[in-house]
Nanobody, 120 residues
């Protein structure tokens, strides 16, 4: 089995910064793309940013220029640096990873989610 554990959420004032981390562990053979999604109350889950194993990145238009996704392949960890946060960034943020395990076929895994609240 594969587990994704997120950390780094919390309450921050508008204009502030937060850094989210997500570590994958378990019976991992290979991790392909990793990414961050978010879901605000009453809205659908949406992609925030994604990164391939080779380092290519993709961002939602709403976060371009403010958020940066990165990963440490040696640690099976993906990060999301969030700067210039706005109230509309408030949501539960979920980590996602496309993984092949030693005894499982390739599939998506999700973290439990971490709350990010931007408010004064």
């Amino acid at each position: 089995q594969v587990q994704l554990v997120e950390s780094g959420g919390g309450l921050v004032q508008p204009g502030g910064s937060l850094r989210l981390s997500c570590a994958a562990s378990g019976s991992i053979f290979s991790i392909y793309a990793m990414g961050w999604y978010r879901q605000a109350p009453g809205k659908q889950r949406e992609l925030v940013a994604a990164i391939t194993s080779g380092g290519s990145t993709n961002y939602a238009d709403a976060v371009k220029g403010r958020f940066t996704i990165s990963r440490d392949n040696a640690k099976n960890t993906v990060y999301l640096q969030m700067n210039s946060l706005k109230p509309e960034d408030t949501a539960v943020y979920y980590c996602n990873a496309d993984v092949t395990g030693w005894s499982t076929t390739r599939r998506d895994y999700w973290g439990q989610g971490t709350q990010v609240t931007v408010s004064s």
